[in-house]
Structure formats: structure tokens, C-alpha cells
């Protein structure tokens, strides 16, 4: 059982161009969250998904930022014009409704670099 | 200051002797959570504590949890130079998202 898969794990990207951060849960996982982290700083929450919609997004930043989990695929966080404050590690994590506590299981990160 | 703050920042021991990370938040939760986080990795799930929970084992971490202060520990037993790592508690309220504190960076010497 392959747990939360996220690509890329490093992405570098030149200030005005797009980021799309890709998240794969893990399997029978219908629940979704990104996280950022800056650096030497613990992870905030930006927002939770489940198939199709958007449940939680008070951690957005209400420009540039969006995020989806289709029906099928992968759930994407997209980032438009990224800036230099961009460049974090964006964590996803995923968690199932039968799972006790709903405990979220973490994937690698993608470690977003703006030059 | 913010929700789940660890304390130490930092911690460096010897391997063998104890390690002792304390956590402190401000909301009433359901549960809270610790994790840890090799340098340049992801998150490593290691114990959670529901909040009529009041202390938890699993191996050689203990964790324990006082909602009246607001507050949790962990310790790890005996700790190995594999402990070396940034640990981070994490509260869950009413929804669904995790509220992190800072982190304590542990370094065990051999």
C-alpha cells in the first residue's frame, strides 16, 4: 500500500511563473490537506479537500493560490506568478472518514524554489 | 504567541539519557499529535492522545496531555543517535486541519 505520493519533490521556478504542486493520497483516502512550510517554521494549514470539493480553505491566500482534487487524479495545488515568499516546502496530507481521529498521513513534500 | 508552541527550541543530549519536549496551545482540541521531521524530509507520524486522554506509550515515547493547562509533553526513553530530528506537536480542533507549533530541534550526541 503506497502511502501519500507528491511530485514533483523539488520544483524551481523563475518569479511570474506558474507552480503546480501534484498530490496523490493514499489509497481508499478521500480526504486531502496542503500545508506550507517556511523555512525553520512548523507547518500552516492552507486547505482540506475531498473529491470535488473544497471543505476548509481559511490557509489560502486569497491570490494566486488555488487547489482542487478532481473526481479522478491527482489533487493540485496550483500557485500563478509565484513570488520569492513562495519558495517553501508544501506538504500533503491525506486521512480517511473511517480512520480514528481522522489522522493524516503526510507525504514527502515538494520543496518550491523562486529564483 | 501562537497555538502549539514547543519548548526548547533546541535540545542537544547525550545518546542513552532522556529526552523531554513540552507543548503548549490555546483552543480547546479533540486531540493532539506529534510528529517527527528529519532535516529536508517529510513528517513521520508518532503518537497521537485524544483529549480525555491524560497519558499514552508506544515504545519508548510517552506522551502526556493536561487540557487544563493546556499543555503536553514528550519524552523519549534512551534516546539514539537516530533521534536527531525536529519534533512538532499538533492539535486538531473542531475541523479537520492540524495546528503545528514551531518545532524543538532534538540532536542526540553520541
Known amino acids: 500500500n503506497a502511502g501519500v505520493m507528491q511530485n514533483p519533490r523539488h520544483l524551481v521556478r523563475r518569479r511570474g511563473q506558474e507552480a503546480r504542486l501534484r498530490c496523490s493520497p493514499m489509497?481508499?483516502?478521500?480526504?486531502v490537506y496542503w500545508y506550507r512550510q517556511l523555512p525553520e517554521e512548523g507547518l500552516k494549514f492552507m486547505v482540506y479537500?475531498?473529491?470535488?470539493?473544497?471543505?476548509?480553505e481559511s490557509g489560502m491566500p486569497k491570490e494566486r493560490f488555488s487547489a482542487e482534487f478532481p473526481k479522478e487524479g491527482p489533487s493540485i495545488l496550483r500557485i500563478q506568478q509565484v513570488v520569492r515568499g513562495d519558495s517553501a516546502a508544501y506538504f500533503c496530507?491525506?486521512?480517511?472518514?473511517?480512520?480514528?481521529?481522522?489522522?493524516?498521513?503526510f507525504g514527502p513534500g515538494t520543496r518550491l524554489t523562486v529564483t | 504567541s501562537q497555538q502549539g508552541e514547543e519548548d526548547p527550541q533546541a535540545l542537544s543530549i547525550q545518546e542513552g539519557e532522556n529526552a523531554t519536549m513540552n507543548c503548549s496551545y490555546k483552543?480547546?482540541?479533540?486531540?493532539l499529535q506529534w510528529y517527527r521531521q528529519n532535516s529536508g524530509r517529510g513528517l513521520v507520524h508518532l503518537i497521537l492522545?485524544?483529549?480525555?486522554?491524560r497519558e499514552k506509550h508506544s515504545g519508548r515515547l510517552r506522551v502526556t496531555l493536561d487540557t487544563s493547562k493546556k499543555s503536553s509533553s514528550l519524552l523519549i526513553t534512551a534516546s539514539r543517535a537516530a533521534d536527531t530530528a525536529s519534533y512538532f506537536c499538533?492539535?486538531?480542533?473542531?475541523?479537520?486541519?492540524?495546528?503545528f507549533g514551531t518545532g524543538t530541534q532534538l540532536k542526540v550526541e553520541l
Open positions: 496530507a491525506s486521512s480517511s472518514a473511517l480512520t480514528p481521529d481522522y489522522e493524516q498521513y
Open positions: 489509497k481508499g483516502h478521500s480526504h
Open positions: 479537500l475531498q473529491k470535488e470539493n473544497i471543505i476548509d
Open positions: 483552543t480547546s482540541i479533540n486531540n
Open positions: 492522545i485524544r483529549s480525555n486522554e
Open positions: 499538533a492539535t486538531a480542533g473542531g475541523g479537520n486541519k492540524l495546528t
